[in-house]
């Protein structure tokens, strides 16, 4: 069975770091390019970065770029968002996803296949 599990999320205050994960299971990374999305309660899901599958291509929201960085472990299956300077406002509920055209980035959330469950993220003072 495939599947996507998130992790690191988590309460942060202003400023601080988190580093979320994107294991997967059940399925090889290596031709999936992968993103990273996040929902804030009353909002549309939104794109905040996404890596092609040899790590060759990445994007990012305007609004995350300079404080968040994705990157890719393949021998570990495994995909990481780390989070700086974090603000209020990148509250919400963090999710990856994967999709087979492995060098294409894509940031709108119907062109992935697999889902994760989601991680809470939470800047707050």
């Known amino acids: 069975q495939l599947q996507l599990v998130e992790s690191g999320g988590g309460l942060v205050q202003p400023g601080g770091s988190l580093r979320l994960s994107c294991a997967a299971s059940?399925?090889?990374?290596?031709?999936?390019?992968i993103g990273w999305f996040r929902q804030a309660p009353g909002k549309e899901r939104e794109g905040v970065s996404c890596?092609?599958?040899?790590?060759?291509?990445?994007d990012y929201a305007d609004s995350v770029k300079g404080r968040f960085t994705i990157s890719r472990d393949n021998a570990k299956n495994t995909v990481y968002l780390q989070m700086n300077s974090l603000k209020p406002e990148d509250t919400a509920v963090y999710y990856c996803?994967?999709?087979?055209?492995?060098?294409?980035?894509?940031?709108?959330?119907?062109?992935?296949?697999?889902w994760g469950q989601g991680t809470q993220v939470t800047v707050s003072s």
């Open positions: 996803a994967a999709h087979g055209l492995g060098y294409v980035c894509y940031d709108v959330p119907h062109e992935y296949d697999y």
């Open positions: 059940g399925f090889i990374l290596d031709d999936y390019a």
């Open positions: 890596i092609s599958a040899t790590g060759g291509t990445t």
